[in-house]
């Protein structure tokens, strides 16, 4: 399956700016329905953050899922790499 990924920064309330990608079925193509996956993994983290629009999340590229990838997106819809202060 071929895969879009979303490079998203989202500055955190204390400061760090937290970086992540979205992986989403190359299908989708509604910003939106991305912003709202990203908005639902924030709603998992301890701390809080500032807005999840399109100045914070662009279409970086297209690629083949990992069967990891495969596994979350069957499970959520999508799949998360966390890349820099997620945690």
């Not at 955190?12 to 190359?26: A, N, Q, W, Y």
């Not at 301890?46 to 979350?72: G, Y």
Request: hydrophobic letters at 35%.
């Amino acid at each position: 399956m071929k895969i879009s990924v979303w490079d998203t920064y989202v500055e955190r309330k204390d400061g760090g700016t937290m970086h992540f990608d979205i992986l989403v079925p190359k299908e989708i193509i509604n910003e939106q329905i991305v912003f709202d996956y990203g908005k639902d993994y924030l709603k998992t983290k301890p701390f809080m953050t500032k807005e999840l629009t399109a100045k914070e999340c662009k279409l970086c590229h297209v690629e083949q899922a990992s069967e990891e990838t495969l596994l979350a997106i069957k499970k959520t819809g999508y799949a998360i790499i966390e890349i820099e202060n997620c945690t």
